[in-house]
């Protein structure tokens, strides 16, 4: 009954890791198209390339290796079975296949923060360069994109820095506690901060789209524009 249920776990593991990894590669197809969508405008416009696209192309390129990274770890060790053991027993041997799965899982990790960070980044200079007429609001736009960037720089640090020795920050489950910061009240904590940054971006425009000369309905309109753009 034992090995049946390992068995089951390990296929219910590697079904979850299939779907996951087929997800993952839907929208980061539909991201490549969308991007160069824009830099084909972009060029055959002749407007330029400016900051928000460039910080939109690290974005893009940052989700693709991460992407890379998940699909690599799941090709050299596809058995999940041993992950529940290992996290709930501390005295778990490791084999190089599960070292190097978690390793590119870790990393993969870090390149998340990349993402998310340099999409806020390329939002906020779009909006710097469609509202460049207001000094206040560009001041505002600067004030977020200083907090982005502290942001990026702390959680990038941090998700690499967080274990002592080093080699801990990916195999956390042999990791002496007294070394290793809570990396489950990490991702929480960053969670929160990253959502509040969220709504004080979307919620950025909302003045500057109130004072345009438009028609209620029009505004309206404007403002969906710019909460569809940052989602």
């Not at 490549?32 to 390129?61: A, E, N, P």
């Amino acid at each position: 009954m034992a090995d049946y249920r390992s068995n089951e776990d390990a296929t219910t593991a590697s079904d979850n890791e299939t779907s996951t990894t087929a997800a993952g590669a839907t929208m980061i197809a539909f991201s490549v198209i969308v991007v160069t969508c824009r830099f084909y405008m972009r060029l055959k416009l002749k407007s330029g390339l400016k900051w928000d696209d460039w910080f939109i192309l690290i974005s893009l390129l940052s989700l693709i290796t991460a992407g890379v990274l998940v699909v690599a770890a799941s090709t050299v060790d596809p058995d999940f079975s041993w992950l529940e053991t290992s996290y709930s027993n501390p005295n778990y041997v490791y084999t190089p296949g599960n070292e190097t799965h978690l390793l590119l899982s870790w990393v993969s990790s870090i390149f998340y923060y990349c993402v998310v960070c340099a999409a806020k980044m390329s939002i906020l200079f779009m909006y710097k360069r469609i509202f460049s007429i207001s000094v206040v609001f560009r001041r505002q736009v600067y004030a977020v994109i200083a907090l982005v960037t502290m942001f990026w720089v702390a959680t990038v640090l941090a998700d690499i820095f967080n274990c002592i020795p080093f080699k801990y920050s990916w195999i956390n489950s042999t990791s002496p506690m007294p070394y290793c910061f809570d990396f489950n009240l990490f991702w929480f904590s960053t969670g929160i901060i990253e959502t509040v940054l969220d709504v004080v971006i979307i919620s950025l425009p909302v003045g500057m789209v109130a004072k345009l000369h438009l028609s209620m309905r029009k505004r309206i309109g404007l403002g969906g524009v710019f909460l569809l753009g940052a989602l």
